[in-house]
């Protein structure tokens, strides 16, 4: 089977792409990059996601069967992207997150209501805000993060389901591991490896319970879809078995580190950690259930918690 990758050179496009190609699949990547990721797997192609005909060419040269969009961030690059594809492949997947539900914009201070109490399934309730990253002022042009002000799944998703081709959503947690741009984890890491002194806590965080799911882990989950009959007009979660709150998380950090230093929770709303999570609302739980992904497709995480968190710290000593 021959895959395309639109988004191959990162951090979780290449770990798809290994994947991939670890269970026999024709990887072909493509990226606007001139200069592949050197953990790149398979053959790396150069084109902008926005060249839709490109792609399109793409595609019938090399026979191309299933597309896995890494990059379905905004509406109007997609719409023109699916219409070069749909009818011409056997299945289109795309890569959503767990931002569409409504507990996302209740912890975020967007709408009012009351929050899915449980984990959120596949047919929890969705936001009822859209564009949730949009500003008072529009970003820079030039900017790297200009994308935002059109960035939301939800018109994505309704798109893709009207799509002739076969088509699979994934929702995905947030991702760890070697190579995260956002850093997940450096709150709790960048601390231990610099200090022995107390990790302070605010409470609200200490106990906030959110999904996380390593890449690797994420990756086998996305691979499980591809060219899968039970996975076809069907959405998926994808994330860890159990979340577990913050306090939790530091915990199992301070094992791989085997760190010593205290952890202390704190109610103070003035010091520097409290003040970068004053708009936010943590009563706001954020559980993602992945059951269906595992029992139906018969996803299981390959990568240990232990295992997947030693490899993040190790690049965060790199990083520095």
Known sequence: M???????????????????????????????????NRQVKGTYLVADRT???AIGEIINVYNIDVVIDVLAMKLPDTQALISELDGHIAQYVMLGSSDVYRNYELLHGLAQGTP??????????LRTTLYT?????HR??????????????????????????????????????????????SWAIGHMVRSDEPLVMPRVWAEWITTYGYVENVAEGIALTIGNSRALK?????????????????????????????????????????????????SVQFQIDSRRIREQLGFYETVTITDGLTRTAVDERVRG
Do not use: C
């Open 234 to 282: 069907r959405v998926f979660n994808i994330g860890e078995v159990a979340p577990v709150n913050h306090l939790e998380w530091s915990r199992r950090i301070a094992e791989v580190l085997g760190w010593n230093g205290d952890i202390e929770i704190s109610d103070d709303p003035t010091i520097e950690f409290a003040q970068r999570l004053s708009s936010l609302d943590l």
């Open 133 to 137: 990253y949009l500003k008072d002022r």
């Open 116 to 125: 899915t109490s449980n984990s959120i399934d596949e047919d929890s309730a």
């Open 140 to 185: 820079a042009a030039a900017g790297s993060n200009q994308y935002l002000d059109e960035y939301d799944k939800i018109p994505i998703e309704e798109l893709v389901r009207t799509l002739a081709t076969d088509w699979t959503i994934l929702r995905l947690p947030m991702i760890y591991g070697p190579g995260d741009k956002q850093r997940r984890f």
């Open 51 to 53: 060249s839709s005909k």
């Open 2 to 36: 021959k895959i395309l990758i639109i988004g191959i050179n990162g951090f979780l496009g290449h770990a798809v792409a290994a994947r991939s190609t670890a269970q026999g699949m024709e990887v072909f990547g493509l990226s606007r990059s001139k200069t592949p």
